[in-house]
Structures are given as C-alpha cells and as structure tokens.
C-alpha cells in the first residue's frame, strides 16, 4: 500500500508539471527568431505550492515565495510557478537574477487591452486605511502597506508573468531615496542589468507615498499633521532600469477598483498668501477637498533616469542633465526596448516615459479621466502635496513622454486631459511629448505614426532636431508642434516630414536659424493655421487649414529664436553643413559570410575644407575627426563586420563645422541567416556516408563523400530549413568532421553537400 500511495503522488506531480507551461510567453504572443528572451529559462519551473504556498486559504505566502526564489536562483534560475488562485502577501517579495515569477496563462480574454483581462495567479498585498486617530495622531503604520515587487541590485534574466497584483508596485533597479538631489558632483553608472521581462500582469492600487510629507513644522504639527500622507508622484506602476533588453507588454494599469480615499482637514500651504490652512470634506462640485489618488503617477517607466553610486556607497537615482547625448548620457541611449500593447489609466503624470537607442512604444492604449478639466472637479491640491495648485502648475498629464534616437511611436490610442486650477487649466497635457528637460535627448530618427491622440504631438522647443517622420495620426482637432530653439538659442529643424496626418488643429514647424528638407503635404485639418519655416513646403494637397504663415531666419541675428514672420521673400539665409551616407544607398541586409563593408557620407552642403565627419555605430562614434575629399567631398569608414554581430546594426554619418551639428538619415544592416535551398542541379552521383547517425549530442560526427567532384562545402539546416551555426569546412578532403554537437539539440537535421556539379541532401538524426 505504502508504495502504490508513493507512486500515485510522483504520478501526480508529474501530472501538476505537465501543466505548467514552459514556453517563451514573448515568442508565443509575437513570434519570430532570434528574439533575447530565448535566453531565459523558460524550461526549468518550480511549483511555489511545493514551497508551502497554498492558494486562496488567506494565510500569509510571503515567505514560501521568497524561499522559493531563493531555492531556484541558489540552483541557477528557472520560473517560480503559481498555480491558479489568490496569495496573500504581507511583506516586500525581492527577485534574484535568474528567476522569472510566472502564473498560470490567461484563457478566454488574453489580450491586456481587452476589457477583463484578468490572470488568473493573484497576489494580494495588504490595504492601507486611513485612521487620523491612530498612534496618538500619527496615522496608520504606513510601513505595513505599500509594498512592491522588485529585483535586487543588478538582478538579469528575470521577470514577472501573468500575474494578477493589487497593491504592490513592480521595480528593477536599486533602492533609493525619494530625494533626487545628485548625490556627488561626478558620479559613476554602475547599473549592468539585463533582460528584464514584464508581460501579461495586472496592476491596481500600488503607490508610493511622498517622503516629503508631513510638513510637521515647529512646533510638530504647526504645519502639517503627523497623519497626512500623499501620493509620490514619482511613483510607477513598473518601473524598470536596466543596461540592456527589456521587454514591458501586455499589462493591464489601474482597471480595478480603485481605493482612493479622502482626506479631510488636509493642511498645506496657500499659495497667495503662503499660510497653511486644512481643506475640507471633499463634496464633488462645491467646496475644498484632498484625496490620496492610487492612480497619480507615472504608469511605465522605462531607463528614464540613471542610477548611481554615492560616496557613501549607497545606490540612487537621480534625473540627467538637459539635452542628453551619448557622450553625457548613454544610459538614455541603451539597446533592447519595447513597450507594447499595454492598457495604462492615469490622473496624473505620464502614461509611458522611457529612452532608449531603438526604443520601440507600439499598440498601447492610455486612458485618462476626462472629468479633471470642468470647474466641478477643481484640484485643490498641487503635485507635491503641500501647495495649493494655479494655472502654471505642471501634473505632467501626458500620453507618452520619451527620448533616445531612432525611435518607433506607432498605433498608440492616448488620452490627456489638463486640471482644472483656481480658473485656468494646468500647463501639460501632450499626447506625445519629447522634451528637453527632465531626460530629454537629442533628437534623431523619430517616427510617429498611426497614433490617436486626444491632444498635441509636440516635440516642444529643442535644440537641432534632425530625422522626423509623423504620418498618418489622428490628433482630433489639437496642434502638431515642432519647433527647434530652446527660448534662448535659435537651432535647426533638418528632414521632417509630416503627411497623410487627419483631424490637425494647426500646424507649427519652425527651425528657428532654419533647416533643409522639411515637408508637409496630405494632410486634412479643421481649418486651422500654419506656422512654419521657410524651408518647409507645404504642398497644395493638404486640405482644411488656414492662413499660412512663413517665417524666416534673421540674417543679422542667428541668436533669433523668435524665427520673423517673413514680409517679402521667403528664402534662406545661413550656410551650415549637411551630410548623407550614400553607401549604403538604402537599408540592407547581408549574410553571415559578410566581414567587410566600406561606407562612405557625402558632405551634401559645407566647406569642405573645416567640416569634419563622424561615423556612429548605434550612439558610439566608430570613426572621427575625418576630413572631406575635395575630388568627391566624401568621407568613408571601413566596418569591419564581427562574427556575432547583432541582427540590426545601424550607422549615421554626423558633420560638424564650428558650432553646427547635423545628422544624416540612419542606414540600417540587418544581418539574415541563410535558408535552406533547393534550387541549382541536384545529383545522385555524389555518394555521401554520416556516421554515426544517430548521434548523441556532444559525440563526434565524420561525413565522407564518394564519387565527388572537389572541393565541396557542406552545411546543416534544421528542419525549417534554417542553416545552423556550425563549421564542417571547405576542402578537397573526403571525409568532414564536426568534433562537438553539443548546441544541436535533439531533432531533424539536413546536411546539403555542395560541389561544383551539384548538391545533395542527406537526413541527419540528433539524439
């Protein structure tokens, strides 16, 4: 009996594995080769049921999770499962590299931006209620509320899945203070983190609260009670820093209940009068009110922002420094980036705001409440929590907010609605928005297309924007915004094109010393005005606008960031230097044999005798300083082609003469892997002996061919018809060896085996 009831549970638990899924849920929803996250360890999945966790009985899960994530990291990484059902979480659960928490796969609604999208693995974290009576006047014990999921310092390979979350907040990065100041006048990066996935979770109530508050004052209490509390509004959903790859898709923000509370006699200070006095009950539509607002924050965050060490030791974050570059700030320029197909509700800050070299914002919705602009939902309470808000105020209500180079913002759907402040509406609003403050980059290689946006796309006063593509939006009535200057300086607005937008407002598209290249046609506006640069045209096929207005550059001024409104004709006044890669003439795409490539920029306009030209591999200058050709006003840079080069690697050409900058459009290689063939002369003459076959993994393999007509080469495809990474050589030899099979796994092979008369095609078996 004993050993029937032994063998009736092994046969259980290796039915329980049997469900547990093991795939690459990134593959599985999108597809394709090649992607990063086949590196994680998908395969190897611990039940967090066999830890002691135990579904829907409302005890306390939080250290059989922790000892779970502890026990696979120790046993180098794989997933921590959860089954179906809800666990109570009382304290901080902390991720280890290597360890991927994962719940059980959405059926039925599987799509994040489908109304009840609902994992079916929940986490329940424990609830704040506000007590003003509690600690003698303190308030609750806020230590016990507000918890997150987050990974430890430097935490790679990791990642959190399907999992349904009520009142945590998901981070990867360091823990830091709630205070930005930059810790030193020079600080280091030393963030090296990797592949961090964030795919199919829900996430409802999860907030930080603001270190600033209360104001207690002196005497304690003179200001602000020791009570009050107010939401962070640096605060995320998820938030993730990271040196490179990062995936964040298919989440659902703040569709749950939500639980807001009010907070009367709220003090803070008044700003006229700079006196501190309580607010009110709040009663929507008359009167002062204060609530704490789970859903005031940020929603996705994504590198905007650097971590640093201190000269303590400790790990912070702080905000870079205005119009970052590669060379000041690469941590803005990493590699690896998407956020997709996410559903984000927000009242306050930014939807999504990230950065990033290749950085790709596809498919996501935004929704925003669009009560905040009548007079009846007034905001009495400004962002930090301790001053009355007014007209300039900023929330920094917005859709998406980011910076980087060659960025895709596609099929977006974006509300962002204003607050309502004592008469006036709050300063902010942007469906898109990149600006130079607060993390802001250069601008170079932008598309924006396919978005619908309830407000401006506004790519707001910075410096030389170069590369812009914005096609196809619908922006419902409200303003495309692109102007180069910074209010001080006036900079150049180089290769936009905007077309085939509907519902524009008016246009604005101004290079302040003016540009090249600029184009605005097809597009269908409500009769609204143009404002733009000389060098723009604007094509007679646009449709619905008004008046428009062309400015010109102040020869006599080039400091101007104003742009004159032009009086007679409109033509261009300065000389600057442009520059194009010729070679390649378009993208391409090359195969592995590829070691050498010769690319050479064209000097289009500029002396050619003080300009300079750069070559950039991604944002890492490859080649500088080089001087212009006078027979061709060219410049080249030999890209020696490395074996494992990365699927897509893209260069710009960047000139400089004095205090101008310009950037050529991007060339992109992608590197193709070769299929499979089975055109040319095939032929039974070749006799082709594989032995042993099968053959195991790690054992030797030797080829011998008869009747061949040397030299011949010989190639192993699997049975998709994709060629493998493995090297049998090219000789006059008969037999070809192949000594280590270890990175075959088991499966299907062919071997094609190519002469000058012919090929022939074997079947190869791996065990």
């Known amino acids: 009996m004993k050993y029937f009831q032994v063998f009736c549970i092994s046969i259980l638990i290796h039915l329980c594995a049997i469900g547990q899924p093991t795939d690459n849920p990134y593959k599985t929803r999108y597809g394709g080769v090649g992607h990063w996250t086949d590196s994680l360890n998908w395969t190897i999945v611990s039940d967090v049921t066999t830890f002691g966790a135990i579904a829907n009985d409302n005890n306390d899960d939080s250290s059989a999770i922790q ?8 046993n180098g990484g794989g997933v921590v499962f959860f089954p179906a059902g809800t666990y109570n979480v009382s304290g901080y659960i902390k991720l280890k590299t290597g360890v991927i928490l994962r719940g059980e796969n959405p059926t039925g609604i599987v799509k994040a931006t489908e109304e009840n ?4 693995s929940k986490l329940i974290f424990p609830r704040f209620i506000l007590d003003t009576t509690a600690n003698n006047g303190a308030g609750n014990d806020r230590k016990k509320a507000f918890k997150s999921i987050s990974g430890e310092y430097e935490c790679s390979n990791s990642g959190i899945i399907n999992l349904d979350i009520n009142r945590a907040y998901i981070a990867f990065q360091p823990t830091y203070k709630t205070s930005l100041t930059p810790p030193n006048a020079s600080p280091t990066p030393i963030q090296k983190n990797r592949n961090i996935i964030v795919l199919g979770c829900r996430t409802n109530n999860a907030v930080i609260p603001d270190g600033n508050i209360p104001v207690l004052g002196n005497p304690a209490g003179s200001k602000q009670r020791a009570w009050q509390i107010f939401p962070w509004r640096f605060s995320t959903n998820i938030e993730v820093f990271v040196y490179q790859n990062s995936v964040i898709a298919n989440n659902r923000l703040n569709d749950g209940q939500s639980e807001n509370f009010e907070m009367p006699n709220f003090r803070l200070v008044r700003r006229n009068t700079q006196t501190w006095f309580p607010l009110g009950q709040r009663t929507i539509g008359t009167g002062w009110k204060a609530e704490f607002d789970y859903n005031a924050h940020y929603g996705i965050s994504l ?22 570059t590669p060379e000041t700030e690469p941590d803005l320029f990493r590699t690896g980036f998407e956020i997709r197909d996410n559903w984000i509700y927000k009242t306050s800050r930014v939807g999504i705001i990230a950065a990033g070299l290749g950085l790709v914002i596809k498919g996501n919705i935004m929704m925003d409440n669009p009560l905040k602009v009548l007079p009846a939902y007034e905001n009495f309470t400004g962002p930090t929590g301790n001053l009355t808000p007014q007209g300039a105020t900023t929330f920094e209500n917005r859709g998406i907010d980011f910076s980087g180079w060659q960025v895709l913002v596609d099929s977006n759907q974006l509300e962002a609605y204003s607050n309502y402040v004592f008469g006036y509406l709050s300063t902010d609003g942007e469906g898109i928005l990149i600006q130079e403050c607060c993390g802001g980059t250069q601008v170079n290689d932008y598309t924006i297309s396919n978005n619908i946006c309830k407000n401006w796309i506004d790519i707001f006063n910075m410096r030389d924007i170069n590369n812009v593509t914005i096609k196809n939006n619908n922006i419902n009535g409200s303003v495309l915004y692109i102007v180069a ?10 290769n936009l094109l905007i077309e085939n937008n509907i519902n524009v407002g008016s246009i604005q598209a101004i290079g302040t010393r003016g540009g090249f290249a600029g184009k605005i046609r097809n597009n269908q506006g409500p009769g609204g005005s143009m404002n733009i640069s000389c060098h723009i045209v604007f094509e007679s096929n646009n449709s619905g606008f008004g008046t428009v207005t062309y400015r010109a550059v102040d020869p006599n001024n080039l400091t101007n ?26 993208d391409t795409t090359y195969e592995d044999n590829l070691t050498q490539y010769i690319l050479k920029a064209k000097l289009t306009r500029g002396d050619i005798f003080t300009s300079k030209i750069d070559f950039l591999q991604g944002t890492n200058v490859v080649s500088e300083n ?7 006003s060219t ?4 890209w020696n082609v490395p074996a494992n080069a990365t699927n897509i690697t893209a260069f710009t050409a960047r000139v400089r003469d004095a205090d101008f900058v310009s950037f050529s459009r991007v060339k992109k290689f992608t590197r193709v892997t070769p299929v499979l063939s089975v055109n040319g002369k095939s032929t039974n003459n070749i006799g082709v002996l594989v032995y042993p076959n099968p053959v195991c993994a790690g054992s030797n393999l030797t080829i011998r061919l008869t009747n ?38 088991s499966g299907i092979y062919l071997i094609k085996v190519e002469t000058t008369h012919g090929s022939k095609m074997t079947r190869l078996v791996v065990q």
């Open 67 to 74: 000892s779970a994530i502890n026990q696979v990291h120790a």
């Open 117 to 120: 999208y609902r994992p079916p």
């Open 303 to 324: 590198n905007r922002g650097k971590i640093y060490q201190d000269t303590n030791g400790l790990h912070r974050i702080h905000f870079v420094s205005t119009y970052g």
């Open 485 to 494: 200057n910074t209010n001080e300086k006036a900079y150049y607005l180089n």
């Open 561 to 586: 960031h104003t742009a004159p409104i032009v009086q007679g004709n409109c033509s261009e006044s300065t000389i600057y230097p442009l520059v194009e890669i010729i070679q390649p003439v378009t």
């Open 626 to 632: 080089l001087t212009v050709n006078p027979a061709d």
């Open 635 to 638: 410049a080249t840079y030999v």
């Open 708 to 745: 061949a007509h040397f030299p011949a080469s010989i190639s192993l495809f699997d049975i998709a018809g994709k060629k493998m990474n493995v090297n049998f050589g090219k000789g006059e030899t008969k037999d070809f060896a192949l000594s280590n099979q270890s990175e075959l796994k």
